[in-house]
């Protein structure tokens, strides 16, 4: 399975980016896709994920309300939606797929592939 991510870039404080991510190959089983990201010097965290049979939503309390993840089935695709972009939000993001339950997926450790990381910078 590769995963291609797309969307990256700078912003101001305040805007909005929007993040793809295909999944291709042997895509025939998909459980969850998400999002992690790791800022300079920080440990990688959770941001969101989503449940690919029935669209339930995961979200970071640092993102709630700002950031939103959704899928298209048929491209195997993950978008994650991001408004009122923060300084603290600048990281490379990272997308991840999971084709079987690994117990979570609010952890990297739930996933079984992971995308090449796309930087997002925001400015104030």
């Known amino acids: 399975v590769q995963l291609q991510a797309f969307g990256g870039g700078s912003v101001q404080s305040g805007g909005s980016l929007r993040l793809s991510c295909a999944a291709s190959?042997?895509?025939?089983?998909?459980?969850?896709m998400g999002w992690f990201r790791q800022a300079p010097g920080k440990e990688r965290e959770f941001v969101a994920a989503?449940?690919?049979?029935?669209?339930?939503?995961y979200y970071a309390d640092s993102v709630k309300g700002r950031f939103t993840i959704s899928r298209d089935n048929g491209q195997n695709t993950v978008y994650l939606q991001m408004n009122s972009l923060k300084p603290e939000d600048t990281a490379v993001y990272y997308c991840?797929?999971?084709?079987?339950?690994?117990?979570?997926?609010?952890?990297?450790?739930?996933?079984?592939?992971w995308g090449q990381g796309i930087q997002v910078t925001v400015s104030s």
């Open positions: 989503i449940r690919w049979d029935s669209g339930t939503t």
């Open positions: 190959g042997r895509t025939f089983s998909i459980y969850a």
């Open positions: 991840a797929i999971a084709q079987t339950w690994r117990g979570t997926v609010v952890r990297g450790t739930g996933y079984h592939y």
